[in-house]
Nanobody
Framework: QVQLVESGGGLVQPGGSLRLSCTAS????????MGWYRQAPGKERELVAL???????NYADSVKGRFTISGDNAKKTVFLQMNSLTPEDTAVYYC??????????????WGQGSQVTVSS
């Protein structure tokens, strides 16, 4: 069973930066997609950023120009560099991965969630 382990969350002041990391263990298959989602209180979970196996990326409009997703497919690790943080970025951030299998992409695997709080 694949396990995703996240790190890097915490408390930061507005305008500050954080870097989230997520690593998958016990997967013998290659990466299909890696991404980050977030959920704020009273809000739906939303896609923040996605990176595909060929390196293409997608970002939510609210984070374009401030957040950067990157990854190392061989190490099954994904990062989210978050700059110019605002209180509206406060949420629990979840790592997500899918993998290639002989029959196609797998289902979703999720990290445990990392609290990011932006407050003065």
């Amino acid at each position: 069973q694949v396990q995703l382990v996240e790190s890097g969350g915490g408390l930061v002041q507005p305008g500050g930066s954080l870097r989230l990391s997520c690593t998958a263990s016990r997967s013998i298959f290659s990466i299909y997609t890696m991404g980050w989602y977030r959920q704020a209180p009273g809000k739906e979970r939303e896609l923040v950023a996605l990176i595909r196996d060929g390196g293409g990326t997608n970002y939510a409009d609210s984070v374009k120009g401030r957040f950067t997703i990157s990854g190392d497919n061989a190490k099954k690790t994904v990062f989210l560099q978050m700059n110019s943080l605002t209180p509206e970025d406060t949420a629990v951030y979840y790592c997500n991965m899918k993998f290639w299998s002989p029959t196609g992409p797998t289902n979703n695997y999720w990290g445990q969630g990392s609290q990011v709080t932006v407050s003065s």
